[in-house]
């Protein structure tokens, strides 16, 4: 399995200038609804945590959270001008070297990363092809509890997602966008371990926190045993 073809196109979608203009966005009025909701339920697990932001654009996230007492957080995305963007809030907020920085596909480097207490995906889930497999990296790499949000099943929903396509296509672009079922989405990470502890949505955004059972503990990855 590899997204190679799918992730570098990303770049022509997610390029300096929408990077920019959400940075400008962001700074005017703060997160977008969606990410307020996502953030809501984090805010008091952000004391001392460990953050892993999947495809975190601009790193709203991040700069949120570091205002609750995040320690540390880690961005991977396959957008290299949102991570220059990313970076450059985070030095300019004061909170650069607590914050790394990562450009790649997250599934297939997900074992490069430590574990963290939260793991968060904003309007990721729609940009990968193949959910099994990054849910499951997701669900390895988060201690406590992963948080998505992602598109709602709607006619409109369905309907405009198509017409982006058919816009990539003509473009010669492998980006897609995906419209992934949430029955599917809360399946896998019960089977994984986690249960939904809040939802909430928006016109267009589902919004959930699943977190970790407490009877079921992740394994040691290679390089944290003992």
């Known amino acids: 399995?590899?997204?190679?073809?799918?992730?570098?196109?990303?770049?022509?979608?997610f390029n300096d200038w929408t990077a920019r203009r959400e940075l400008r966005r962001y700074r005017r009025k703060g997160p977008t609804k969606s990410t307020q909701l996502l953030l809501g339920p984090l805010r008091p697990d952000a004391g001392g945590a460990t953050l892993l932001d999947v495809g975190g654009g601009i790193?709203?996230?991040q700069h949120e959270l570091f205002g609750e007492g995040l320690a540390e957080a880690v961005q991977v995305d396959a957008s290299s001008p949102y991570l220059a963007v990313a970076r450059k809030e985070a030095e300019r907020s004061g909170?650069?070297?607590?914050?790394?920085?990562?450009?790649?596909?997250?599934?297939e480097m997900s074992g490069e990363f430590s574990r963290a207490d939260l793991v968060t995906l904003d309007r990721v889930i729609c940009c990968y092809p193949y959910l099994e497999a990054l849910l499951e990296a997701s669900m390895d790499r988060a201690r406590r509890v992963v948080g998505l949000v992602y598109p709602r099943e709607r006619w409109g929903t369905r309907m405009a997602m198509k017409v982006?396509?058919?816009w990539f296509r003509v473009r010669g672009s492998a980006f897609r966008l995906y419209l992934h079922s949430p029955d599917r989405v809360g399946a896998l990470l019960r089977e994984g371990g986690f249960e939904l502890e809040e939802r909430a949505?928006?016109?267009?955004?589902r919004v959930e926190i699943y977190r970790r059972t407490a009877g079921d503990r992740p394994r040691p990855?290679?390089?944290e045993e003992g």
């Open 1 to 13: 399995m590899t997204c190679c073809g799918h992730c570098q196109d990303a770049e022509g979608f």
């Open 59 to 61: 790193g709203a996230i």
């Open 95 to 107: 909170h650069g070297e607590r914050a790394a920085f990562v450009h790649g596909d997250f599934v």
């Open 164 to 166: 982006g396509n058919f």
């Open 201 to 205: 949505h928006t016109f267009i955004w």
């Open 221 to 223: 990855s290679r390089g």
